[in-house]
């Protein structure tokens, strides 16, 4: 059974200060990963995915992969107030046929101004 | 381009009581439907998923169950809730054909049962 692991937090870091999310998974043939945001009693936003090895930027956010350790991150640069969420690491059904996908429990980040 | 929408947003009911939730999704054809519920400061666990019409898959048995009765449409249903069905619940979409295959989720229905 796959299983997706993150700390809960909080995380707390200052404004302008460069916040890292770290996430590992289970199944060593999940193939892509996805970083969803979640405001506190609002419903996710997906942010970013990935499915190479490395690193993937998209303005202040870059995901990181490294499949042989089964680690996926997302760093936050100059990290603003409105950052402050939970933000959930999912791995897809590798054939995206309905199955499910796996979501991690989350970790929540607290950017104090 | 494709939205989805549930309702209603906020509900608040007694022990005992029936439910229906609504979702619909627009701008795209045959996506594959899922409901979640996420209890307070928890995780999101899948209760149904729905590859088509009439194709309806649990994954947590309980007392909910969900109805896809067209291509678009995915209900969430009970016919006596309970206190632990009190939470987040979230409808969500994904397209069958899509390279990344990513989910999409609607605003969440929040109930509260008493």
């Known amino acids: 059974q796959k299983e997706v692991e993150q700390n809960s937090g909080p995380l707390s870091v200052p404004e302008g200060a460069i916040a890292s999310l770290n996430c590992t998974y289970s199944?060593?043939?999940?193939?892509?990963f996805f970083w969803y945001r979640q405001y506190s009693g609002k419903s996710p936003e997906l942010i970013m995915f990935?499915?190479?090895?490395g690193d993937k930027e998209d303005g202040r956010f870059t995901a990181q992969l490294n499949k042989a350790s089964q680690y996926v991150s997302l760093l936050i640069r100059d990290s603003q107030p409105s950052d402050s969420a939970t933000y959930l690491c999912?791995?897809?059904?590798?054939?995206?046929?309905?199955?499910?996908?796996?979501f991690g429990p989350g970790t929540r980040l607290s950017v104090l101004p | 381009s494709q939205t989805i929408h549930q309702w209603p947003a906020t509900l608040v009911q007694p022990v005992g009581s029936p439910l229906s939730l609504e979702c619909t999704v627009e701008g795209t054809s045959n996506p594959n439907l899922y409901w979640y519920r996420q209890a307070a400061g928890r995780g999101l666990q899948l209760l149904f998923y729905?590859?088509?019409?009439?194709?309806i898959s649990s994954e947590v048995p309980q007392n909910l169950s969900a109805s896809r009765p067209q291509d678009r449409q995915f209900i969430l249903s009970s016919k006596k809730l309970l206190l632990s069905d009190s939470g987040f619940y979230l409808c969500a979409w994904s397209v069958e054909t899509s390279d990344t295959g990513e989910l999409f989720f609607g605003e969440g229905s929040r109930l509260t049962v008493l």
């Open positions: 990935i499915y190479s090895n």
């Open positions: 199944d060593r043939g999940s193939q892509s």
């Open positions: 999912a791995v897809p059904p590798r054939d995206n046929y309905g199955q499910n996908f796996v």
């Open positions: 729905s590859v088509g019409i009439g194709q």
